[in-house]
């Protein structure tokens, strides 16, 4: 029988203590405490469901591939040997996951966007990309929206992922080069080399 | 460089946008059950769907599949293909006398007068259920007319049956 989960201290002097207990998780989870996974996967979720999606540009296979990542992550637990948080090597699991998987279909790509949210209309910044910057289209956000997705899926896997985990995600460069598993220097390049080409793919909407 | 940086600035706007599209509402309830669920279940992959023991017991088949997934084209042409042997199949079992009759002809014209006379017997002895059978060779081609019982010219019995007791 597995032992119930910790509660959680909610004034836990941070950073510490969340890691001890994601420590804590992962150490139940090892031993096959499926409650405790299911807390790590609830931490985690959203952000390993957005980087696949924004990887993607599609809800069906980022619903897949995050969902492959948790099982694919648990089965591996115990050659998880605790050099980095759980939350990069989980991260690592999900963007090899996800660059195997397009390189696997490069060839029939396409884009199964999710709606945008009300705060999307309400982005002083975005409206004025549609309405001022650009007067002389017709552009609605959906169309921006799209836009932008079909130029990000015209870049390399490993310049999209860090265009995604920086700009979109706020990660660090060290983050990103953790999870890329190269230096910074080589994060930085890419990430100067991506926003370059996406500047000239989406030049109608930067002038 | 500053006016590279403002286009920085600005794309960093544009991409805010990715920011703000967000999966169905109620997504994320069920996410962490559906993960439990199958790790419960055993399913490795999403990949293996229903047959996911026959994939793992037999992972040729999934790159099999694999391949037919990254190249649409071999799937048609393997569909085409079995396509092709199913109608021969169906020919062929509707029309088995037809394929032998012409088989047979070739293949006496090819050998000697001599052998040619006794194939032209084979061919049409095994038709013809008058002929005596002395060899007690048969065609295989038509075991079933030649087993016939009441086209044996001996007294109604088919030298062929033997008659066989269970009982000792």
């Known amino acids: 029988m597995a032992d119930p989960i910790e509660p959680v201290e909610p004034n836990a002097a941070s950073e510490t203590k969340e890691e001890v207990r994601e420590e804590v998780l992962v150490r139940r989870a090892r031993r096959g405490d499926l409650k405790a996974y299911d807390e790590l996967v609830k931490r985690y979720q959203e952000r390993i469901y957005a980087t696949v999606y924004h990887m993607t540009s599609n809800h069906e296979d980022a619903n897949d591939l995050a969902q492959e990542s948790f099982i694919k992550a648990f089965q591996a637990l115990s050659s998880f040997k605790g050099g980095s948080s759980f939350y990069t090597w989980l991260y690592r699991i999900a963007v090899n996951k996800t660059i195997n998987f397009l390189k696997q279909r490069k060839n029939r790509l396409h884009m199964s966007l999710n709606d945008l949210d009300f705060n999307a209309e309400h982005d002083p910044d975005l409206m004025a990309l549609i309405s001022h910057k650009t007067p002389q289209r017709d552009a609605g956000l959906s169309e921006l929206q799209e836009k932008l997705n079909a130029a990000l899926m015209k870049l390399s896997e490993p310049h999209r992922i860090v265009v995604v985990l920086h700009d979109v995600q706020g990660q660090s460069h060290e983050d990103i080069a953790k999870v890329m598993d190269c230096n910074i220097g080589t994060v930085r390049s890419r990430l100067f080399y991506a926003r370059q080409q996406l500047q000239s793919e989406l030049a109608d909407y930067l002038k | ?168």
């Open chain 2, 1 to 168: 460089m500053n006016e590279q940086e403002a286009n920085f600035e600005a794309l960093g706007r544009l991409l805010a946008l990715k920011r703000h599209e967000v999966p169905p509402p109620g997504y994320f309830n069920n996410f962490s059950t559906q993960v439990i669920t199958q790790i419960r279940l055993g399913e490795t992959a999403k990949d293996d769907g229903p047959f996911g023991r026959l994939f793992v017991e037999a992972p040729w088949l999934l790159k099999f599949i694999r391949v037919f997934e990254a190249k649409p084209a071999y799937a048609g042409a393997f569909a085409s293909v079995l396509f092709l042997l199913l109608v021969a199949g169906i020919v062929y079992s509707n029309n088995p006398d037809v394929a032998t009759e012409t088989f047979v002809p070739a293949a006496s014209a090819s050998t000697s007068s001599s052998g040619s006379a006794s194939l032209a017997a084979v061919n049409t002895g095994f038709l013809d259920q008058s002929m005596p059978q002395t060899s007690g060779l048969v065609s295989s081609t038509n075991p079933v007319l030649s087993l016939e019982p009441s086209s044996s010219p001996f007294g109604g019995q088919n030298p062929l049956l033997q008659p066989v007791g269970f009982t000792r």
